[in-house]
């Protein structure tokens, strides 16, 4: 079965950087969507950023310019490299994986839903 197993996150100030990992196997896919979501305390899920299996990346409008997206598909990993922190990005950081068989331009590119397998979350919290 699909695994996502993530690593990295923690504690740092504002204005710091942090990366998160994703390390994901048992899949077949020959075309996937991987993507970050994050939950803060008493608030919704919300899309952070996603990318396709060809490299193309949809990004929420409050971290354009400060996260970047990634993939190194020899190793099945999805990154996330999050620079210029804010407290408001404190949150439990969820990596997710869909393949094509769905609404993938939903999936993909609108970070509004419809992946199939998550991660277990890591917690990401800034300090002023």
């Known amino acids: 079965q699909v695994q996502l197993v993530q690593s990295g996150g923690g504690s740092v100030q504002a204005g710091g950087s942090l990366r998160l990992s994703c390390a994901a196997s048992g899949y077949t896919w020959s075309r996937k969507c991987m993507g970050w979501f994050r939950q803060a305390p008493g608030k919704e899920r919300e899309g952070v950023a996603a990318?396709?299996?060809?490299?193309?990346?949809s990004y929420a409008d409050s971290v354009k310019g400060r996260f970047t997206i990634s993939q190194d598909n020899a190793k099945n990993t999805l990154y996330l490299q999050m620079n210029s922190l804010k407290p408001e990005d404190t949150a439990m950081y969820y990596c997710?994986?869909?393949?094509?068989?769905?609404?993938?331009?939903?999936?993909?590119?609108?970070?509004?839903?419809?992946?199939?397998?998550w991660g277990k979350g890591t917690l990401v919290t800034i300090s002023s």
């Open positions: 997710a994986a869909a393949d094509s068989s769905g609404d993938y331009y939903y999936t993909c590119y609108t970070l509004l839903g419809g992946m199939d397998y």
């Open positions: 990318i396709d299996s060809d490299g193309s990346t």
